[in-house]
Each structure stands twice: as C-alpha cells, then as structure tokens.
Nanobody
Framework: QVQLVESGGGLVQAGGSLRLSCAAS????????MSWFRQAPGKEREFVAA????????YYADSVKGRFTISRDNAKNMVYLQMDSLKPEDTAVYYC?????????????????WGKGTQVTVSS
C-alpha cells in the first residue's frame, strides 16, 4: 500500500507556471504507474498525465499536451507535474494517483491509491 500527498497548488495568473509535487510513503514508488488527474467544480474527475514505473514513458491528455510535463524521482519517492502556459480552464483540484499494474490507463477506476488533492486556480 502507498500513501500519497500532493502539494504545490495555488493561485496563478494566466500564462504562468506551477509545479505540483506528490510525495509517496509506504511501498516503493517504483512499483506503481503514477498519474495526475484533476476535477473542476461540477465536472467529473479527468485524466491529465501519466508516467511509467521507470519514467521512460509518459502520456498526456490532449488538453495539456505541450504545456504540462510529468516526471518522477523513484529514489526520493516523488512525482511531479510541471504546468506551464496555464489557462483559466486549468483551474481544478489536482490529484495524484497510483496504479499497481505496469500498463498506463486513463480511467479513474484503474487507480487504486489517491491523494487528497491540491487546489490550482488560474485567474484571467
């Protein structure tokens, strides 16, 4: 089992940047596919980005491709989401999630462990 805690959210103007962090405790992080999801008010939780166990493969939602970068440091048990060129529509609570399988998937049902989220607000 793994416990996940997100940090780094905040208020930023459109065009700005934020870096989210996800700290993992418990089992070794390198055994999990890691992803970021987000949920805006009144909307369903949606996939943002994923990274393979080794960090060699990444996958992004079309809405963030070219602007967001997911990375991981297994030695530090950390996962990151660098968010650049932020837009007001990126405003949401961002969640870190872990999946025990080696296959990257996008549905929320594919992830066994979740953090409590960190709020990102982008003003226009």
């Amino acid at each position: 089992q793994v416990q996940l805690v997100e940090s780094g959210g905040g208020l930023v103007q459109a065009g700005g940047s934020l870096r989210l962090s996800c700290a993992a405790s418990g089992r070794i992080l390198g055994t999990y596919v890691m992803s970021w999801f987000r949920q805006a008010p009144g909307k369903e939780r949606e996939f943002v980005a994923a990274i393979s166990r080794s960090g060699g493969s990444t996958y992004y939602a079309d809405s963030v491709k070219g602007r967001f970068t997911i990375s991981r440091d297994n030695a530090k048990n950390m996962v990151y989401l660098q968010m650049d060129s932020l837009k007001p529509e990126d405003t949401a609570v961002y969640y870190c999630a872990a999946r025990t399988s080696s296959v990257i998937v996008t549905p929320t049902s594919g992830y066994q462990y979740w953090g409590k989220g960190t709020q990102v607000t982008v003003s226009s």
